[in-house]
């Protein structure tokens, strides 16, 4: 299903999880990589064709509770597999490095981070000769989710005794549930860059005009709201906002104090409403 707002696909997204019947072939095995690789073709080939979104910040929440084992062909690894060392089932190092540098090659450089959560089980190493949570602290690395000051290095050594992995480790959480929400909270409130940019769309026919003057643009935080008020110019010194051109604009772009409030409030957001006006 498309993305939108939870409020409107909770429904949807319930009753497709409830309709799943696993297969007896497929139900025990990760595709990992495979997955990535769905969910960074559906950003960057599908969605959205709406030019609205063209400067939005991408980003990819990827969860899992095991070690891949699936390899890069979509063939299933496993103690069967020539090379393989897996006691169960699992991928060998040389596929999990080629996972880790699909990510950094593809993901960042088009402009999409990945953050990576490991849930009970992903700790569970099945007999691979890796620590199954460093690889996925290398992942958050190479997807550009690693916490401030981290190297390739200090993610591809971090272990369970340090605790300074650079995923979100949720394998050794108290409670589940809130560790969840935390982390759900941290991805989209923390560490998400908002856009302060904003395409102007365009108008539903050669009748109408965008008219800028009635655009409203308004912050809130919370349970407080205010309309913020236009700039006569991008030196920003008599207002919140301005247009790339004052009459036929095709961008907003927030003032630079302004942006760095809504970045620095984790419950901020900024919504545009455009008025299109009848030509004559």
């Not at 999990?96 to 009970?120: C, E, H, K, L, R």
Request: glycine content about 6%.
């Amino acid at each position: 299903m498309a993305p939108a707002p939870l409020s409107q696909n909770l429904t949807a997204i319930n009753t497709a999880i409830n309709g799943i019947t696993l297969q007896a072939n497929v139900d025990t095995w990760t595709p990992t990589l495979n997955a990535w690789q769905y969910a960074f073709s559906y950003i960057t080939s599908n969605w959205p064709n709406s030019d609205q979104y063209a400067d939005s910040h991408k980003y990819i929440v990827f969860m899992t509770d095991g070690v891949p084992t699936v390899n890069r062909d979509g063939c299933n690894s496993g103690t069967s597999t020539a090379g393989n060392t897996c006691s169960v089932a699992c991928i060998v190092q040389s596929e999990y490095d080629f996972f880790v540098q699909t990510i950094a090659g593809a993901g960042v450089p088009n402009g999409i981070q990945t953050f990576f959560m490991g849930v009970p089980g992903s700790d569970e190493a099945q007999g691979a000769p890796y620590d199954p949570r460093a690889m996925l602290s290398e992942l958050a690395y190479a997807g550009g989710t690693a916490p401030a000051g981290s190297t390739a290095a200090s993610c591809a050594a971090a272990t369970a005794a340090a605790a300074n992995y650079c995923h979100i480790d949720l394998t050794t959480a108290a409670n589940f549930g809130t560790a969840l929400q935390n982390a759900v909270q941290y991805t989209v409130g923390n560490s998400i860059t908002k856009s302060c940019v904003f395409n102007v769309p365009t108008p539903p026919s050669n009748q109408y005009y965008v008219d800028l003057p009635h655009t409203t643009v308004t912050y809130t935080s919370g349970t407080n709201s205010q309309t913020l008020s236009p700039a006569s110019s991008s030196n920003c010194t008599d207002g919140d906002f301005y247009t790339d051109d004052p009459n036929v604009a095709t961008k907003l772009t927030l003032c630079p104090t302004m942006c760095t409030q809504l970045n620095a409030d984790a419950d901020a957001q900024v919504t545009v409403t455009f008025e299109c006006s009848k030509i004559g």
